[in-house]
T-cell receptor, first 111, second 116 residues
Framework: DAGITQSPRHKVTETGTPVTLRCHQT?????MYWYRQDPGHGLRLIHY???????DKGEVSDGYSVSRSKTEDFLLTLESATSSQTSVYFC??????????FGSGTRLTVV | KQEVTQIPAALSVPEGENLVLNCSFT??????LQWFRQDPGKGLTSLLL?????REQTSGRLNASLDKSSGRSTLYIAASQPGDSATYLC???????????????FGKGTKLSVIP
């Protein structure tokens, strides 16, 4: 997870509240991604960004929004958290020639 | 839609054995394939990246092969150690151009236990 910091590392929130997860990178990579990992489903792409203010949806984007106002920060917002969004969320970047590098993850529990 | 399958889902071997983990994918038009390791409660650590034009990559005791035409990759671990115990994930990146082509499709992983 060199150069990628996710915050918070753990969060418990109540159903219906908005939640924002942050991914910060220090290496000026253009592409950033948010994945969620769930037992039985593996890792699935939520949203990705290919530049400042350039984002697009992934496989499981419903209920999530993202923003990227600076190269180094990619924010994931759960607009109104539901129990089905309890998961581990991973941020990732792609390095040319090196494939993907993932952050350490945020464990989110919605109660 | 690309689908990635890893068999077996779990594997237990005695220390010192050589072993092979399997990964298959349905669409052979891939850009590259990446193997990751994940320890319980932790993030993903990249092990090996194989570009579509390559047949294999090696790092220490690890060797990954790629056969695009048959939609298969294997991860070979030599002289396994208890510290190799983890879940191993295979992921492929699509081969078409465009922003969405950077997406990875993951298998569900093989959980490896190496018994001392």
């Amino acid at each position: 997870d060199a150069g990628i910091t996710q915050s918070p590392r753990h969060k418990v929130t109540e159903t219906g509240t908005p939640v924002t997860l942050r991914c910060h990178q220090t290496e000026n990579h253009r592409y950033m991604y948010w994945y969620r990992q769930d037992p039985g489903h593996g890792l699935r792409l939520i949203h990705y960004s290919y530049g400042v203010k350039d984002t697009d949806k992934g496989e499981v984007s419903d209920g999530y929004s993202v923003s990227r106002s600076k190269t180094e920060d990619f924010l994931l917002t759960l607009e109104s958290a539901t129990s089905s969004q309890t998961s581990v969320y991973f941020c990732a970047i792609t390095r040319t020639g090196d494939g993907y590098t993932f952050g350490s993850g945020t464990r989110l529990t919605v109660v | 839609k690309q689908e990635v399958t890893q068999i077996p889902a779990a594997l237990s071997v005695p220390e010192g054995e050589n072993l092979v983990l399997n990964c298959s994918f349905t669409d052979s038009a891939i850009y590259n394939l990446q193997w990751f390791r994940q320890d319980p409660g932790k993030g993903l650590t990249s092990l090996l990246l194989i570009q579509s034009s390559q047949r294999e990559q090696t790092s220490g005791r690890l060797n990954a092969s790629l056969d695009k035409s048959s939609g298969r990759s294997t991860l070979y671990i030599a002289a396994s150690q208890p510290g190799d115990s983890a879940t191993y994930l295979c992921a492929v990146r699509e081969g078409y151009s465009g922003a969405g082509s950077y997406q990875l499709t993951f298998g569900k992983g093989t959980k490896l236990s190496v018994i001392p």
